[in-house]
């Protein structure tokens, strides 16, 4: 912007924009207001005149924050909110929405009884809807799909989902036999940020860093990690390879592999064969058979990462404070770490420890980190909440085609005296 600019105003520049602080446009009213009364004049923050220039401040300054934010909106890594949902779309992009959690329910009553509209609660008096109608067959029993009526990433632990919330006549029992299926939260600004910044590796030199990008601008799909041999042999990334019990084996020779969480299998496959250069074979047990723009069939695969449920046991001495919602603190710590841990990324045991102090990313202790001391962790794999059988303070290596999971009540807290 050229010419003069005002003391109180905003103004861009070669440099982007800029605003006075509020302060400084107060002293600018002050002074000019004194230039027009005298220097004489009280214009002290308890006075009338300075309660007005403090009003009229604030408006200079409100409205120098709205420009601020305006021109911010104009740019992806500044952009918030449905600001930042419409410049997205310029990459082809739309913010993921919410989805409710759903669970497998087991119901118990009479042969012949319709439920209609029923409804299931858990501890946390969250409603699980069924289906419209269900009726109970001959055998008295049945299993049905149940959707939270609450968005996002509700969870339920096996036998949560078992108080009838609408009694029926001849419905006697629900329960679900498995934990419930996590929805999907509305994605935050800060993923939506990362998604796009993935999805401008679309117009990349490179023939795989344009196959990432353009996988993981597709609905659904929340990871993508890609793999590459372009060696006459099978390789091994330097990730951990497979274990010998894993189907999976090392890269096929001039292949590549994409390993992806989420999304639709056949527009993933159909994304890859636009990409991918002619020859090139695509490793993955997920395959799928997607024609070309000629209508040529080509067989086109990727992998889901398999999933490896990890246990933690954690013994620590409680302090004056500790409480057993504090222990529960400390089991979803360790359990959000681990879930977000990438394909391919190993369980490394020194580094549960912050999350098991319940200390953040930079090493910050917060909440209750003072309630307790921690004596000894162990981790294993399968999860085993009795004995804890086979644990140890080795890390748990994960290879390229899998990826950890861990849920709270797998993380166990004993308490020594």
Known sequence: MSGTVSPTSAYVDATGIHAPTFSIIQQY???QFQAIHGADIVVSNDSQDGQMIGVFAAALNDTNAACVAVYNSFSPSTAQGVGLSSMVKINGLARHVPSNSTAALYLVGEAGTVITNGIVQDPASNNWRLPASVTIP?????TVTATCQTLGAVSAAPGDIAHIYT????WQTATNPAAATPGAPVESDLLLRIRQA???ALPALSVLSGMIGAVAGLPGVTAVKGYENDTNTDYSPPN?????NLAEGPLPPHSISLVVQGGDAIQICQTILLKKTPGCYTYGSTRETVDDVYGLPHDIGFFIPSVVTIGVHI????????????GAAISQSVSDYINALGSGE???YSKLWMPANL???SGAPIGATGTYDIIAMAIGTPPDNVGFAGYGTTNIAISIFQMASCLPSNVIITVSP
């Open 346 to 348: 190993s369980v490394v």
């Open 167 to 170: 009694v029926t006549l001849g």
């Open 315 to 326: 013994t620590l001495k409680a302090l004056a404070g500790y409480s057993t919602i504090i």
């Open 359 to 361: 200390c953040t990313e």
């Open 198 to 200: 993935v999805s401008t």
């Open 240 to 244: 951990p390879p497979p274990p010998a």
């Open 29 to 31: 009213l002050i002074g």
């Open 138 to 142: 001959p055998s008295g029993d049945i």
